[in-house]
Nanobody, 120 residues
Framework: QVQLVESGGGLVQAGDSLRLSCAAS????????MGWFRQAPGKEREFVAG?????????RYADFVKGRFTISRDNAKNTVYLQMNSLKPEDTAVYHCALKNYNSGPYNYWGQGTRVTVSA
């Protein structure tokens, strides 16, 4: 059974940094696309960052986090990270990691999320 568990959220001030972790269990996910999404109160879930493999590692970022957030993965630990720098109050949300069972398809598995709150 695939399970994704996020950690690393918390309450920080604007300009601070946080690193989120997502530990995957159930099997190896070396070649599976993984991503981070977030959902702010009263808003729809939105894509934040993704990491995939297509002959080489491909990184994708939403425009609103480019230059501030970095996604990475440690295949030995079956873990994906989201380094968040220069945090802004508008980054406040519950952050979820997700995994694709088949890279040509949708994200199939989701974690419960970790809350990030950025105060002004």
């Amino acid at each position: 059974q695939v399970q994704l568990v996020e950690s690393g959220g918390g309450l920080v001030q604007a300009g601070d940094s946080l690193r989120l972790s997502c530990a995957a269990s159930g099997r190896s996910f070396t070649w599976n696309d993984m991503g981070w999404f977030r959902q702010a109160p009263g808003k729809e879930r939105e894509f934040v960052a993704g990491i995939s493999w297509s002959g080489g590692i491909i990184y994708r970022y939403a425009d609103f986090v480019k230059g501030r957030f970095t996604i990475s993965r440690d295949n030995a630990k079956n873990t994906v990270y989201l380094q968040m720098n220069s945090l802004k109050p508008e980054d406040t949300a519950v952050y979820h990691c997700a995994l694709k069972n088949y890279n040509s398809g949708p994200y199939n598995y989701w974690g419960q999320g970790t809350r990030v709150t950025v105060s002004a």
